[in-house]
């Protein structure tokens, strides 16, 4: 037992494999981190926001897990592969990375995981774009105040960043997320007065609770303990 044991402790340590023993691990740890995101996520807005039975309830949560996890770890996979094969064909040197090896990894998983067919129309899966896209924006509006040296020791390949003069950079500093907000909340109510169905279903849900409920009562009861 521990002579298998040793070997198989030489398989996962041997060099020629960590490439491919990578991704088998990334697909791990997507599908950790996504149920570990999703599961309580889901468990509350389906047990507030949804109708049904325990066992429909129960269900839906399952599916929302599994499937936040299941993205999450094919990303992650159909990314490293990418990598791997981009560094295998890099033209400047065999294993070497590339300065946008990357962003075209990224590309092509976001489309095949995210981007196309059913996936394209999952709430799940809008929400973890729509996640990344705010993320991606706050860090570029940082970018454009800050050198990116200032913000990683990494250094990134043509990366242009506008040299602004201290009175700009100190008004957009104090502007750029109360407009951010305020645009995102006026966007986000107005489209759900007008066109609510075209808002995520658990999203017009709650906001349902919050603004269209509670206008709606009858009794003490309704108004301070059961939503009409």
């Known amino acids: 037992m521990d002579e298998l044991a040793s070997r198989a402790t030489a398989l996962l340590m041997e060099p020629s494999l960590r490439p491919l023993l990578a991704i088998?691990?990334?697909?791990?740890?997507?599908?950790?981190?996504?149920?570990?995101?999703?599961?309580?996520?889901a468990l509350v807005m389906v047990f507030l926001f949804r109708s049904g039975t325990?066992?429909?309830?129960?269900?839906?949560?399952?599916?929302?897990?599994?499937?936040?996890?299941?993205?999450l770890a094919s990303f992650a996979v159909v990314y490293k592969s990418c990598m791997l094969l981009l560094r295998l064909l890099n033209p400047d040197g065999r294993g070497k990375e590339g300065a946008y090896d990357t962003f075209f990894s990224g590309l092509v998983g976001g489309y095949l995981v995210f981007g196309r067919g059913r996936a394209a129309s999952s709430s799940v899966?809008?929400?973890?774009?729509?996640?990344?896209?705010?993320?991606?924006?706050l860090a570029l509006a940082k970018l454009s105040l800050e050198s990116p040296r200032m913000t990683s020791a990494t250094p990134t390949p043509t990366l242009w960043t506008q040299r602004l003069d201290p009175e700009t950079k100190r008004?957009?500093?104090e502007n750029a997320w109360p407009v951010f907000a305020s645009l995102s909340w006026a966007m986000v109510m107005y489209v759900f007065r007008w066109q609510p169905e075209s808002i995520q279903p658990s999203l017009r849900s709650s906001m349902k609770y919050i603004y269209v409920n509670s206008d709606h009562w009858d009794s003490w009861r309704t108004f301070?303990?059961?939503?009409t």
């Open 224 to 227: 301070l303990w059961h939503n």
């Open 24 to 41: 088998v691990k990334s697909a791990r740890n997507g599908a950790v981190y996504g149920a570990k995101v999703r599961f309580p996520h």
């Open 54 to 71: 325990i066992r429909e309830k129960l269900q839906l949560v399952y599916k929302a897990t599994r499937q936040h996890a299941r993205n």
């Open 171 to 173: 008004r957009i500093q």
């Open 125 to 137: 899966n809008q929400q973890i774009v729509i996640y990344v896209f705010a993320r991606v924006v």
